[in-house]
């Protein structure tokens, strides 16, 4: 089973979240790319964006398929990933850095606390 960085958090729905002050940096994670395959497009809201946990907020397009993005905290999308319009791979070759998608200034930062850790999402993971 793939390694899952503990320094993040996860949700069912393959988003993680990584708590930087009052700010949560969302991506998907390497077991939702594996699913997806070759990433072809990512579409992402503006900055601005008012977003609640546990609802869409753009989607991702690979080659087998196309999948909604849940927001796994509430709060104001700060800043998207330019880089993804033209290079939409890199949540291929580096999900976990270079692939994030949306930073959101988190409106209650307690909702972090409600994700999964690493080892739970491994365990999530074996029961999927």
């Given at each position: ?18 708590l930087e002050g009052d700010i949560v940096v ?75 998608l949306v930073k959101i200034k988190v ?22």
């Open positions: 089973m793939a390694h899952y960085p503990s320094d993040l958090r996860y949700t069912k729905d393959h988003e993680w979240a990584r969302v991506g998907v994670t390497a077991f939702a790319v594996s699913e997806l395959g070759d990433i072809a497009h990512v579409e992402l809201p503006e900055p601005g964006t008012e977003v609640d946990a546990e609802t869409a907020f753009g989607d991702i397009e690979s080659v087998k398929t196309a999948s909604e993005l849940f927001a796994p905290v509430s709060g104001e999308i700060t800043e998207i990933n330019e880089d993804l319009a033209d290079q939409p791979e890199l949540v291929n070759d580096s999900p976990y850095g270079e692939g994030w409106s209650d930062s307690s909702e972090v606390d409600k994700l999964m850790d690493a080892g739970a999402y491994e365990g999530f993971l074996g029961n999927v």
